[in-house]
């Protein structure tokens, strides 16, 4: 019993040390005006950026969807997304700050999410790791139809309420975390609470562009990835809309493009094909906006097997 507590009482102290570390820098970042804290931390991405072994990930994805580019120009691509990365981790310090400005925000298509917020009825807003993914959900939030979000849980619980805090004017139909925090497993637990939030007429915001191991198999640039098909599931099950958001970084600043466009979704006799359907057809999507600027893609995550 002692142990337990022992072991009870160091992890807890554990969690709150690195809260605490985590509380200051974040308050360090903030200090320095957003534009020049982004450029330092871009700095030391690129460097260290291309010696990390997730380097390595990133050249065979480019490698693999542009094989006609020169490995000197796929090079150049996986830096900037490093640079890319760098931003969004200062800009993740800062969310409440850049939504808070109209200046750093332009949403192009925004009159289409006025037209249907008092009608959307269920509707799941998907995106991918690009431009600064997280602010692809503003323009959603912004018309005050209050969309709820999927995140990967953190397992230090102080932390883990941290970053929930942060993302509430965001997400504020609030978060649903996957993965594991606290000891408990919640991936399952997930799953139903949003399949059930969406069928009670919610919104819900998650990115969709990871490698899914239990996915569908449909292309993405000219080879098959398994992806993601929890937004075509709920989608068609429900009879939820579909929302394509994207947000594409405007120089080199904390200025963003930011447009949200509707998939239509079959509803044939077949559902499984349907759901193959629409998964193909969100792929689809992404890929079209990454060939438009691959340098915001973040080419180090997984995807294809």
């Given amino acids: 019993m002692a142990n337990s507590i022992d072991t009870s009482f160091a992890t807890d102290l554990k969690y709150r040390l690195e809260y605490g570390g985590l509380r200051f820098l974040i308050g360090l970042v903030r200090l320095v005006p957003l534009d020049t804290a982004c450029d330092i931390s871009a700095f030391f991405w690129r460097v260290l950026g291309k010696r990390n072994r997730r380097h390595t990930r990133a050249l065979a994805n480019l490698e693999r969807a542009f094989p006609e580019k020169a490995p000197e120009e796929r090079e150049r691509i996986a830096i900037a997304a490093w640079d890319n990365l760098g931003r969004v981790m200062v800009e993740t310090m800062n969310i409440d700050r850049i939504i808070k400005d109209p200046s750093r925000l332009h949403v192009t298509n925004g009159h289409w999410i006025d037209r249907y917020k008092d009608k959307m009825g269920p509707a799941l807003i998907v995106t991918m790791h690009m431009g600064n993914w997280e602010i692809g959900m503003w323009p959603i939030t912004a018309a005050g139809v209050r969309p709820a979000g999927?995140?990967?849980?953190?397992?230090?619980?102080?932390?883990?309420?941290?970053?929930?805090?942060?993302?509430?004017?965001?997400?504020?139909?609030?978060?649903?975390?996957?993965?594991?925090?606290?000891?408990?497993?919640?991936?399952?637990?997930?799953?139903?609470?949003?399949?059930?939030?969406?069928?009670?007429?919610?919104?819900?915001?998650?990115?969709?562009?990871?490698?899914?191991?239990?996915?569908?198999?449909?292309?993405?640039?000219?080879?098959?990835?398994?992806?993601?098909?929890?937004?075509?599931?709920?989608?068609?099950?429900?009879g939820a809309r579909i929302w394509i958001g994207r947000c594409i970084r405007i120089g080199n600043r904390s200025v963003f493009e930011i447009n949200v466009n509707e998939l239509r979704i079959p509803r044939t006799k077949n559902q499984a094909e349907d759901i193959r359907s629409i998964t193909a057809a969100i792929q689809r999507y992404f890929e079209i906006w990454i060939r438009e600027n691959p340098e915001q893609f973040m080419w180090s995550n997984r995807r294809w097997s």
Avoid: C, W
């Fill in 150 to 238: 999927v995140y990967r849980s953190v397992k230090n619980p102080y932390v883990d309420r941290y970053l929930r805090e942060q993302r509430q004017a965001l997400y504020p139909g609030g978060l649903f975390g996957r993965g594991r925090t606290a000891g408990e497993d919640e991936t399952q637990k997930t799953a139903r609470l949003i399949m059930d939030y969406v069928r009670q007429g919610g919104r819900l915001g998650f990115i969709s562009d990871l490698y899914d191991r239990n996915g569908i198999e449909v292309p993405f640039f000219g080879h098959l990835a398994k992806s993601m098909p929890i937004a075509a599931m709920i989608a068609r099950r429900v």
